[in-house]
């Protein structure tokens, strides 16, 4: 039975999708490792090492991997496989608003990525740093806290928080590698903001148990 449907019916599409996948196509679209003996596919999530069996789909990788308990980042990786393709950054960095059909969803994007990384981190700056430095995050001079994480093999994001004070709430911005905006369709880069915001927290937790 499907527990949840936002989440496990779009994954079982994209699984039946995956299977009917031509993997030399995809290598060469995506410029990915990949297996023709064993099946697996190679990528890296978030800094870490993630494998997917095709053609019937299996998923595993190291230890924190995101994708391991994430089924939307399982999805966001079945789509880059099926969809995605690999393009070089040119170095520079732009907003989710400056990318092709960001205005259109501004409005979702603000909600699931900017306001929640605000008031996720910018009420805990200093553990939001302990976690993405314990993530292998680059720091940056920008904001009162910021760093740059690896999202996908050639694609990065910059995460950039402000602490709220007495006058003005917390806020926050989210730059892509500009290689997204033609490697990524604009629901992909949503997911992209909200999995690195996920993956972080995650680490903040994990890093106040400690």
């Known amino acids: 039975m499907v527990q949840n449907n936002k989440e496990e019916v779009p994954f079982a599409h994209y699984v039946q999708a995956f299977a009917a996948l031509d993997p030399a196509a995809a290598v060469e679209r995506c410029q990915v490792p990949f297996d023709a003996e064993s099946g697996w596919f190679s990528l890296q999530l978030l800094g870490k090492d993630c494998q997917i069996h095709w053609p019937d789909y299996q998923i595993r990788g190291e230890e924190g991997c ?24 040119g170095g520079t960095w732009k907003t989710f608003r400056e990318m092709p059909w960001g205005e259109m969803y501004i409005q979702p994007y603000t909600g699931r990525c900017l306001t929640r990384a605000a008031f996720t981190f910018g009420t805990r700056t200093k553990q939001f740093a302990a976690a993405c430095q314990a993530m292998g995050a680059k720091r940056l001079p920008h904001g009162d806290c910021a760093f740059e994480l690896p999202v996908l093999d050639n694609y990065a994001m910059q995460i950039i928080v402000w602490e709220g004070d007495d006058e003005f709430p917390p806020s926050a911005q989210l730059l892509y590698s500009d290689n997204f905006a033609s490697g990524f369709a604009a629901e992909d880069r949503v997911v992209a903001g909200d999995l690195l915001i996920t993956a972080i927290k995650a680490k903040m937790n994990e890093e106040m148990r400690a």
């Open 66 to 89: 995101l994708a391991l308990t994430s089924l939307p980042a399982q999805t966001f990786l079945l789509r880059y496989l099926l969809e995605g393709k690999a393009v070089a950054s």
